[in-house]
């Protein structure tokens, strides 16, 4: 399907498994991989004849999280290279944005990572705000705050819930989901929506929290964390889950660097980088919290960090909530919204990773250019990296733990 | 222990291949015993994270030659108060612009951004790179992005290299012109591995070609696309009614 | 002649009849269990609380269509479903029923359980193979290599059983736990070996944690993709029957099959536990079993190939031989209860 001579290999069909390779021998695999595979299959390799093949884990997948593709060259179960295909959800996210105005491209934003959608949405209005000097009332900053940390807890219970399903205990994907809905049911009421939930507006939010917000938020906060007691002793305590990702998918600081991955993923390869803490947007500063590190950028650190992440979202909700007083919630704004001539920036951490938003304005009222960046993207990169010489086993957990959204990737 | 030597050695690190830890092996009673239920193995993680006010500065305990250390916990601190490092950078940071402009004398500062910006030479790109990722007083080893606009007026495409500091808010913006007749500039993948694949996105939207470039497929569209659909003339023959206005 | 060859077509016809009732009751089961482990109620609009559930099931999976792909091994791809199902079914003519009444009563019982149960794998190769499709391949591969392995330490674990009872005849070994039964009777061999069966039936059975074969999130479905409608209800019945095969087996060799739980010495005990019937013990001890692989399943995650044959030829064989070591030298000197 692809030209170039790279691809010599995508001739060998879905479903064909006696279609050949064009090239007969083996392919000669770099020293660096060749560490990695161990002992038994590289005795194979040299004294037995053995064939490499093609597998599509194609568009529609139970564990590629949405229509990725993956073309993996394996050898018996060994995987020898990953070879990622996007572009199967590209909405030209990118190309739109020229032509819509400001407010109208906050809606397209969250459309592009569904979990972290008022983050997404936020790193747009951030974007805005700061370019035409708007300050934006005490409580919409904290609601801001609140609301974006409770979608972080939801996008990682979803990741949770899907990370338990990829290893095959499908359990922890009802329980994750169950804890979701009390969130989602929270942002049902206030935000009017569950998914793409449209809250933030430039200038505060789009209408004032609801009565029932802060008690439902509570209630939330004190069931949850049994909950989350309860989650870890299914999965983290399990051994089998332990002997599947410990040591596995192992992303070191450099290359993690060089590939330029962003949260979890770049904090459980032992590099202290989270946006709130760095670049504080909003009132973070105001906020006590820990960013959560690993040490060896595998599996288990990219799972553990995400779940202590949880618990810090926790401990920022419970003072955003004491920090809530009555206010405007929203500044009054422009009617037409025209940036000055010029660039500017925004970058937020999803729960994915660094979102980050720019902008050339040429002093209309739509961007020239609008640039979404998303941190799949780069982790994405990273994957062949971290899956060469493992079972497709680990490939699945890899991917997993790496906790992707297509549409965030193909914009 | 000063910030610019903590980048410097993520810098250093980039460019060999060697801390990959090995895979632990445990041996036959270990595993019986924790097949027969014992809680967690790794007893000794522990989030590793910085809680003191002073966290830039005691980073000493962070060693990059052995980036897996059991991780030691940090003291409990207070939140960061308003430092004047978090807010973001408004303001051309002098030291970096001075040190730029004295290496790569055909850099010119620009000042439209939010985050420094330096429009460089299109040759000079690799250079460039490398110089802030290892050697600038504050290090840039944490790529953002790549991306590109489109000048059909004055027939030039630009590209924009987004880098940052991995442990301070420090960040930059590279700018480079390529004409748009004939738009070809040597690929950085060979720098950041990151933007090889910002490169074959920006290369299939906007038509840019990247010279020694790893990897030159489409990636986000169809291998049999035609024409670039981020240029500012392009049209899609099937869809007239993007171009309306609202 | 001909009595015992009508009596021989009656029975295979009740047997029959039992297995799709078992079927029926253990798809229910199964889903109900699932629903309940998750929080959340399962089937509970067809009939009462959604017992009939299964018959609809069974009528889909009728009325689907059961393509076969194109480049497929007609042949072995239509043959394949069957060897599984027949071996299932094969083996349950062996299981002493309550009362002593067995289909097929030889003196080398667990011999023939133990081959016949293995010819199911050849089913499962056939039908990775057969459909073309690399992620089947995958899947059947995998599946060989797991159940020819856990096989051994089935067997192992089964002997232990053999030494204490002193006896391949599984009626027999029903019959030598009138003094109580095996599991706390042959103490510590005793619960390694169950413990070890339970393993090695889990994964016989190819249920997580050892389901690779199937593996959903990883191969889509694993051997059975290219299957649809009756031919998949078959491999699904199979498993099933498999399930429940090894619960009973397990039942007989460690639980006293049918018999009451007794203990020597304590009549009236003795005797109450006799006033329930032995088909309710029978069919207790089974559906417990069988409660418990389901409770795997919807529990643990599932384990990598090379972890899976790791555990079974670097952990179980050892504990295996050294357990039947140790059953030996316990029966020889006599050292369990009611010796």
Redesign the interface.
């Known amino acids: 399907m692809d030209e170039g001579q790279t691809d010599t290999h995508s001739k060998a069909q879905i479903?064909?498994?006696?279609a050949p390779c064009s090239c007969r021998s083996l392919h000669p695999i770099p020293a660096m991989i060749m560490s990695r595979i161990d002992e038994s299959t590289q005795n194979k390799r040299s004294k037995i004849h053995t064939e490499e093949?093609l597998?599509n884990m194609g568009p529609q997948?139970?564990?590629t999280h949405g229509v990725l593709r993956l073309v993996i060259r394996l050898d018996g179960?060994t995987v020898l290279e990953v070879t990622p295909h996007l572009g199967y959800i590209h909405r030209s996210i990118e190309k739109i944005c020229e032509n819509e105005t400001y407010p109208q491209i906050t809606h397209l934003t969250d459309r592009l990572d569904y979990l972290s959608a008022h983050i997404n949405n936020w790193c747009w209005i951030d974007l805005v705000e700061r370019a035409i000097g708007l300050e934006v009332p005490e409580r919409a900053q904290v609601a801001r705050v609140i609301i974006s940390e409770l979608q972080r807890i939801q996008s990682h219970l979803l990741w949770w819930g899907v990370f338990?399903?990829?290893?095959?205990?499908?359990?922890p994907f009802?329980?994750g989901f169950?804890d979701r809905e009390q969130i989602t049911d929270i942002f049902e009421e206030t935000c009017g929506a569950r998914l793409t939930m449209n809250y933030f507006r430039i200038g505060g939010l789009v209408w004032d929290l609801h009565e029932n917000f802060v008690s439902r938020t509570k209630k939330f906060l004190d069931y949850f964390p049994q909950a989350l007691q309860e989650h870890e002793r299914?999965?983290s305590e399990?051994v089998?889950?332990q002997?599947?990702c410990s040591g596995i998918g192992v992303l070191s600081t450099e290359k993690a660097l060089a590939y330029g991955c962003s949260g979890p993923v770049l904090r459980a390869s032992g590099v202290d980088y989270d946006v709130r803490k760095i670049q504080p947007y909003g009132i973070y500063e105001r906020f006590d919290f820990e960013v959560p590190i690993g040490t060896k950028g595998d599996c288990l650190d990219r799972y553990r960090v995400r779940i202590e992440e949880m618990r810090e979202s926790m401990k920022i909700i419970r003072q955003g909530l004491d920090m809530l007083a009555p206010g405007d919630f929203c500044a009054l704004t422009p009617r037409k919204i025209k940036l000055p001539q010029g660039e500017f920036y925004s970058l937020m951490e999803t729960a994915r990773g660094s979102f980050g938003c720019y902008v050339f304005s040429d002093g209309s009222d739509k961007p020239y250019r609008a640039k979404l960046t998303s941190p799949g993207f780069n982790c994405l990169q990273a994957i062949n990296e971290m899956a060469q010489g493992l079972?497709?086993?680990?490939l699945?957990a890899i991917i997993s733990t790496l906790d992707l959204v297509i549409p965030d990737i193909d914009r | 222990m000063p910030l610019e030597d903590i980048d410097k050695r993520h810098a250093h690190l980039s460019t060999k291949e060697s801390l990959k830890p090995k895979p632990r092996k445990r041996g036959?009673v270990s595993?019986?015993l924790s097949?027969l239920g014992q809680k967690s193995i790794d007893g000794n993680w522990e989030p590793r994270a910085p809680k003191s006010a002073n966290w830039q500065s005691e980073r000493g305990s962070f060693d990059p030659e052995l980036p897996y250390s059991p991780g030691k916990p940090q003291k409990k601190g207070k939140p960061v108060a308003n430092p004047p490092e978090n807010k973001h950078p408004s303001q051309l940071d002098e030291s970096l612009s001075l040190s730029l402009l004295k290496q790569f004398p055909n850099t010119t500062p620009l000042d439209r951004a939010q985050v420094p910006a330096f429009m460089i030479e299109s040759q000079d790109l690799i250079e460039v790179l490398s110089w802030l990722k290892c050697k600038a007083p504050r290090p840039f080893s944490l790529p953002l992005h790549m991306s590109a606009i489109d000048w059909p007026d004055k027939q030039q495409i630009e590209l924009v290299y987004e880098l940052r500091s991995s442990c301070s808010n420090a960040r930059v913006s590279i700018h480079a012109l390529v004409p748009r007749e004939n738009p070809h500039i040597i690929s950085s993948a060979s720098v950041f591995e990151c933007f090889n694949w910002h490169e074959r996105e920006a290369a299939e939207l906007f038509g840019v070609v990247f010279d020694s470039h790893p990897d030159p497929r489409k990636l986000l569209l169809d291998s049999t696309y035609t024409g670039f659909p981020l240029r500012k003339e392009y049209e899609d023959p099937e869809h007239e009614f993007i171009k309306k206005p609202y | 002649m001909l009595d015992a060859f009508i009596e021989m077509i009656c029975v295979t016809l009740g047997m029959l009849a039992f297995v799709t009732v078992l079927a029926l009751v253990l798809i229910y089961a199964e889903r109900k269990v699932?629903a309940h482990?998750?929080?959340?109620l399962g089937p509970m609009r067809v009939g009462w609380h959604g017992f009939l559930q299964p018959v609809a099931d069974a009528i889909k999976l009728l009325l689907k269509e059961s393509p076969i792909?194109k480049?497929a091994d007609r042949l072995l791809f239509q043959l394949a479903p069957f060897i599984p199902m027949t071996a299932a079914f094969a083996v349950l003519a062996f299981i002493p029923w309550p009362l002593s009444v067995s289909m097929a009563d030889v003196n080398t019982g667990v011999l023939f359980v133990s081959a016949i149960s293995s010819i199911g794998v050849i089913g499962v190769l056939l039908a990775g193979w057969s459909s073309?499709?690399?992620?089947s391949?995958?899947g059947g591969i995998?599946n060989g290599a797991q159940i020819i392995s856990y096989e051994m330490s089935a067997a192992l674990s089964m002997l232990v059983v053999v030494l204490f009872a002193g006896t391949l005849n599984l009626g027999e070994i029903v019959a030598s736990q009138e003094a109580g039964w095996w599991i706390w009777r042959g103490h510590l061999p005793m619960l390694v070996a169950f413990v070890i069966f339970t393993i090695s039936a889990t994964a016989e059975c190819n249920r997580?944690?050892f389901?690779?074969a199937e593996?959903?999130?990883?191969?889509?479905a694993g051997f059975h993709t290219e299957y649809a409608g009756m031919r998949f209800a078959v491999f699904f019945l199979a498993e099933f029957v498999n399930m429940f095969i090894f619960s009973a087996l397990s039942a007989t060799f460690f639980f006293g099959g049918w018999l009451p739980l007794s203990i020597p010495g304590f009549d009236t005990f003795n005797a109450i536990m006799a006033l329930i019937p032995t088909k309710i013990w029978f069919l207790g001890k089974t559906g417990l079993l069988i409660f418990l692989m389901m409770w795997f399943r919807?529990?643990?995650?599932?384990?990598?190939?090379?972890?899976l044959m790791n555990?079974e030829w670097?952990?179980l064989i050892p504990?295996g031989l050294i357990n039947i070591s140790l059953a030996a030298i316990v029966v020889v000197s006599g050292f369990y209860f009611f010796s």
């Open positions: 479903g064909g498994a006696h093949y597998v997948h139970p564990s179960e338990g399903m990829d290893l095959g205990a499908f359990t009802l329980y169950r299914l999965l399990n089998i889950v002997e599947r079972k497709i086993a680990d699945v | 036959i595993k019986i097949f | 699932c482990f998750q929080c959340r792909p480049g073309n499709n690399k992620y391949l995958l995998r997580t944690p389901d690779l593996g959903e999130s990883e191969l889509t919807w529990t643990f995650p599932r384990l990598r190939i090379d972890q555990l670097k952990i504990i």
